[in-house]
């Protein structure tokens, strides 16, 4: 890979490697673009295949999280980074402290925050070295785990996803299934139970499934049938690519709507044959965006109950998403684009004014 080409040709401002032998850590931060203000995404660890497929990965993933942080209304740029290890094997306090000393040499430019396979216990050893971290526990001022609250917008998101494709106010008696039973997936389904859905679940992790099957009375699924189950609705919570070639012609689903980040393996191609299929594409970075919502908020100040409410907000954006595609005949990855692009473009038009700063002053009474 020519990586000046590739980061030129996805629009990225910057891409930082770090490497220290004493502890292992090799970590990629990808900085897409800071229009809208600091970029924001989580640390994914995970035990890749080889370096270039990391690159790939925090490439894809820093520039949704630009599309993420636009088409939820927030003053956030977007990035990522991706640490390269065996999470079961290789954590400790001097990794991910050694992680936070180089965050902090960007300077604010890049804000992390917890991700696959890294916790709210990492994120509190990073903090030790720097500022510009979230994500951080709720006994030290910050949120907690994000998982609920990007559960809650997947759930919404399902929801408007329903009533736009199936013209339906409640999903009670709905089939979902849900690919991946981590924090969110296990939240997710939480949320679903209780509205009355038939659940049908599969994980990698056998005792996940277990749980889950037991609590929501789910029905387990193999790892290669979960996606051309006979469903309402397919949820993708692991990985992503899943949506491709080989499982678009397999599925019998008329909703995808799940929390996983970059569903679309090839998203030019794969969102138009999902809208040829007549099946409703609920576009990845929009449906998952509350877990950026609730991490955001600690940069204010955290309020759980505003970063609910706001995360209940993705309904009414999943349903602008799904008019403009109707608008203009267009998948509804393309409308979501759109939609975010046009936000960015419009607040760089507003940067191009200069503002000055105001200076304060005290008038003293004679």
């Known amino acids: 890979m020519n990586i000046f080409e590739k980061t030129h040709e996805m629009g990225h401002e910057q891409v930082n490697f770090f490497h220290d032998p004493t502890c292992g850590l090799k970590a990629i931060v990808a900085i897409h673009n800071t229009t809208l203000g600091p970029a924001l995404g989580g640390a994914r660890m995970w035990n890749y295949a080889s370096e270039e497929e990391a690159l790939i ?13 636009a088409i939820a209304d927030l003053n956030l740029g977007g990035g990522k980074a991706v640490i390269i290890g065996d999470a079961k094997t290789q954590k400790s306090e001097k990794f991910f402290r050694s992680f936070g000393r180089f965050i902090e040499g960007l300077g604010g430019r890049y804000i992390t925050a917890e991700d ?44 408007a996803a329903a009533k736009e494709k199936l013209g339906l106010n409640s999903i009670s008696g709905l089939k979902i299934s849900i690919q991946g039973l981590g924090h969110v997936g296990q939240y997710l389904a939480e ?36 996606h051309a189950l006979d469903v309402d609705v397919f949820a993708p919570c692991a990985m992503g690519a899943i949506i491709n070639d080989k499982t678009i012609p397999e599925l019998k689903c008329t ?21 040829k299929r007549n099946i409703l594409f609920a576009p990845d ?7 950026l919502i609730n991490v955001s908020n600690e940069l204010e100040g955290y309020n759980r109950e505003r970063a609910f409410n706001q995360a209940e907000g993705i309904y009414d954006i999943l349903m602008a998403i799904f008019k403009r595609a109707k608008e203009k005949d267009i998948p509804t990855n393309i409308a979501s684009d759109i939609l975010a692009e046009e936000r960015i473009r419009d607040i760089a038009k507003l940067k191009s004014f200069y503002l000055a700063k105001r200076k304060s002053f005290v008038i003293r009474k004679s």
């Open 191 to 226: 949320y679903l139970h209780k509205d009355g859905v038939e659940l049908f679940v599969t994980d990698l992790e056998e005792e996940r499934v277990k749980a889950i099957v037991k609590r929501f009375d789910a029905k387990a699924v193999g790892l290669d049938e979960i």
């Open 285 to 291: 970075y929009a449906i998952n965006s509350g877990g």
């Open 57 to 69: 990965d925090v490439l894809r993933l820093s520039q949704g999280m630009t599309y993420k942080a």
């Open 116 to 159: 696959m396979n890294t916790s709210v216990k990492d994120m509190e050893h990073v903090k030790k070295e720097t500022d510009f971290v979230t994500g951080i526990s709720r006994a030290l001022g910050g949120s907690g785990d994000p998982s609920p609250v990007t559960a809650l917008g997947v759930y919404v998101g399902i929801k």
């Open 255 to 275: 909703i995808v709507a799940g929390a996983a980040n970059n569903q679309l393996a090839v998203p030019d191609i794969h969102g138009a044959q999902l809208k």
